[in-house]
């Protein structure tokens, strides 16, 4: 018998109950995607999985300025733009 190649899940998933909000889950965190046109843009040929509303409630929501102020020298990019307008 032969085994084809394992199936990865795809990382975009909503609940049973709101199904108009999609999430991108990563590492037990998900991240809200903000409207259609990136969706559909991320997505590149993937589906949106359904999970209950339980188990995404379990994957926190990830605090995205805090990891992207992680980013060594972005504050102070950031920083000088405001000033330089």
């Not at 889950?25 to 999970?51: H, K």
């Not at 994957?59 to 504050?75: D, H, T, V, W």
Request: glycine content about 8%.
């Amino acid at each position: 018998m032969s085994v084809g190649p394992a199936t990865t899940l795809s990382p975009f998933v909503h609940g049973t109950t709101d199904t108009t909000h999609v999430f991108f889950l990563e590492s037990g965190s998900r991240r809200s995607i903000p409207d259609n046109d990136t969706l559909n843009f991320l997505l590149a040929g993937q589906t949106v999985r359904v999970l209950s509303d339980a188990d995404l409630a379990a994957a926190a929501a990830a605090n995205e300025y805090s990891e992207i102020a992680q980013i060594p020298g972005l504050m102070s990019i950031s920083g000088s733009l405001k000033s330089a307008f």
